[in-house]
């Protein structure tokens, strides 16, 4: 089952790289107050695993899917979710909601 694309603020609690040998894939889970995502890299699991840190909010953008009854996303895009004060304005990361036409 597919579902449409997303924007969601969470934090990364837990990461752990399943499988063996050429199979071997990064889930994050990220965590948020409505419940869990699993995001999962099957290529650049190495790199992502050294960028991401886990207790740290990010803002993912993605498609999400249902595997095994959870919901996941897959090579998500990713920003680290920061909060700066510049000039009297607030200012987030680069990832921002568009409205639907």
């Known amino acids: 089952m597919q579902l449409d694309y997303v924007q969601v603020k969470g934090r990364i609690v ?9 199979a071997k894939r ?3 889970r990220l965590q948020d107050d409505t419940g869990t ?6 290529q650049g699991w190495q790199w992502m695993q050294k960028s991401l ?16 009854g959870n ?20 200012h987030r990361s680069r990832c921002i909601p568009l409205p639907k036409n």
Not at 79 to 87: S, V
């Open 71 to 90: 919901l996941q996303m897959s090579h998500p895009e990713m920003d680290l979710l920061t909060e700066n004060i510049a000039d009297g304005k607030r």
């Open 14 to 22: 837990h990461m752990e790289v399943m499988g063996d040998k050429r």
């Open 26 to 28: 990064l889930v994050a």
């Open 37 to 42: 995502l699993d995001l999962v890299w099957f």
């Open 53 to 68: 840190r886990e207790g740290v909010q990010y803002l993912v953008f993605g498609k999400i899917a249902v595997f095994n």
